[in-house]
């Protein structure tokens, strides 16, 4: 059974870094794209960054660009984003999601497989 799992959240002081890590379980992740989205209390889900599974194109959302990079490493079958600068508005729970059309979507509707989260709480 597809299985996406999240980690490395946790809590940080503004201006730190934190690496989350999405892992497979029991399929590749190989050539399929992967979208990491979050999701703060009393707000709508929102796409933060995404690797395309086509062409391993980058995307980033706006408040993402120059703070935070996506890779992924196809040996361990692991995608991660390494979050810096961080500041107090990241704080969401953070998903990882697996699109099996390959190609990224800045839309939840795109994807078809979900992590579980994992929180990531920005405070002094």
């Known amino acids: 059974q597809l299985q996406l799992v999240e980690s490395g959240g946790g809590l940080v002081q503004p201006g730190g870094s934190l690496r989350l890590s999405c892992a497979a379980s029991?399929?590749?992740?190989?050539?399929?794209?992967i979208g990491w989205f979050r999701q703060a209390p009393g707000k709508e889900r929102e796409g933060v960054s995404c690797?395309?599974?086509?062409?391993?194109?980058?995307y980033y959302a706006d408040s993402a660009k120059g703070r935070f990079t996506i890779s992924r490493d196809n040996v361990k079958s692991t995608v991660y984003l390494q979050m810096n600068s961080l500041k107090s508005e990241d704080t969401a729970v953070y998903y990882c999601?697996?699109?099996?059309?390959?190609?990224?979507?800045?839309?939840?509707?795109?994807?078809?497989?979900w992590g579980q989260g994992t929180q990531v709480t920005v405070s002094s």
């Open positions: 029991g399929f590749s992740l190989d050539h399929y794209a």
């Open positions: 999601a697996l699109s099996t059309s390959y190609v990224c979507y800045d839309v939840a509707i795109g994807y078809d497989y």
């Open positions: 690797v395309s599974g086509s062409d391993g194109r980058t």
